[in-house]
């Protein structure tokens, strides 16, 4: 069983709509992260919370909108996307700065673009 | 700076035969390293990971990597494929210092019956 937990596990959603994604961890981790994965490819990087605080935007559209309510929960609120979007989404966690620790994986949320 | 090769992005075994996964990598500095792999339409899973404690390092499901920092590779191995081995992996590097991981564009493994 994955120690970090993300909902919905699958979405579909048209244009015009807004979802948003959620990734829980309670494994005591600071630093929390957001990645979006096409098929056959590694994951990329798209945000990264440290303490709450966001400090890598890998200069990703604003139709793309995280926020770290607290140091467990992360979202990403969806708004506006394109089809070019639909990917698998993947949260993960690790410590903050911490050297030789890795980083923890959800399962992802499957998202399509109608 | 620090980047991730990995030499082969497909690779293909029979059941029962060893498995080799070619990772090099390169850092300015003291690197961490990490095997991840990933089943269809699942996060990450970690399989193991080099932290400087001792050069070979063993995993989960049998796998182990050996650190060599003369080639500075951080090659994966396994005795014996399984079918259930059959998966992408990714090898990735972490900066010393602060929170950015750096990942290699994975080696998809088939396992032959």
């Known amino acids: 069983d994955t120690e970090v937990t993300q909902t919905p596990k699958h979405l579909v959603m048209g244009m015009t709509n807004k979802k948003s994604l959620k990734c829980e961890q309670h494994?005591?981790?600071?630093?929390m992260y957001w990645y979006k994965q096409k098929a056959k490819k590694p994951p990329e990087l798209m945000f990264v919370?440290?303490?709450?605080?966001?400090?890598i935007n890998e200069s990703v559209p604003s139709r793309f909108s995280p926020e770290c309510p607290n140091s467990s929960l992360l979202n990403l609120h969806l708004h506006a996307l394109q089809p070019e979007d639909s990917a698998l989404y993947l949260c993960?966690?690790?410590?903050?700065?911490?050297?030789?620790?890795?980083?923890?994986f959800g399962d992802g949320t499957r998202l399509s673009i109608l | 700076a620090q980047s991730v090769t990995q030499l082969d992005s497909h690779v293909s075994v029979s059941e029962g035969t060893p498995v080799l996964l070619r990772c090099n990598y390169s850092?300015?500095?003291?690197?961490?390293l990490f095997w991840y792999v990933q089943h269809p339409n699942k996060g990450l899973q970690l399989l193991l990971k080099?932290?400087?404690?001792?050069?070979l390092v063993k995993g989960i499901n049998g796998f182990e990597a050996e650190f060599k920092k003369s080639e500075t590779s951080f090659h994966l191995t396994k005795p014996s494929a399984h079918m259930s081995d059959a998966a992408e992996y990714f090898c990735?590097?972490?900066?010393?210092?602060?929170?950015?991981?750096?990942f290699g564009t994975g080696t998809s493994l088939t396992v032959i019956p």
């Open positions: 850092s300015s500095y003291s690197p961490s």
């Open positions: 080099y932290t400087s404690a001792a050069t």
């Open positions: 993960a966690s690790s410590q903050d700065r911490g050297g030789a620790q890795p980083q923890h």
């Open positions: 990735v590097v972490r900066r010393d210092t602060g929170n950015q991981f750096y």
């Open positions: 919370y440290s303490y709450e605080k966001l400090s």
């Open positions: 494994m005591g981790h600071r630093a």
